[in-house]
């Protein structure tokens, strides 16, 4: 995969803001964008002005997962031997960074594991869990039936998102 080439590239920093703030964050791009537990990820990368590339020579440590380019313009690069649930939450994650870091695209970047901190990975993944799995729904859904099965094909994550979802929920 070569090196894509940002004019006016940034270094991405955490917001340093709380669970609570992200998740909140998280629910209202999902609302404005009429996002809705199960739907397309496609979709919203593409109301978002985004694409979605996967690519078969993928480095875990050199890979750039999210480019964010000088016009604001992003493409998210998946490696093709993943799992569509899994590939969810990594849309899902990557567009936490499109938005939480970049400030929906205003500051062109380049993700990959080497300019990442915990803090920007962890903001990323309260991002993506709220948004794919949004509290109120997902505390419904629990109370409904809180089998681990049931709830992954409601919110159309891997039951190991569902299992980390039920075990941090109460940290929101």
Known sequence: MGRTKIKNNTDPTPTNLKKTAVANLAQMVAEKLSFRPGDSMYDVV??????????DD?????????????????????????????DRFTIAHELGHYILHSMFGEKPM????????D??????N????????????FMEEMRRDQDDLHLASVF????SAIQTRKQTINEY
């Open 46 to 55: 593409k109301k978002l002005g985004g694409r979605i590339s996967y690519v």
């Open 119 to 124: 803090k920007l990975e962890w903001e990323a």
């Open 156 to 159: 159309d994550v891997s039951v």
């Open 110 to 117: 380049v993700f990959n594991r080497k300019k990442k901190t």
């Open 126 to 137: 309260w991002f993506a869990a709220s948004f794919l799995m949004p509290q109120d729904k």
């Open 58 to 86: 993928w480095d875990p440590l050199e890979g750039e997962s999210l480019i964010i380019e000088d016009d604001g313009k992003f493409v998210i690069n998946i490696p093709r031997f993943t799992s569509p649930l899994r």
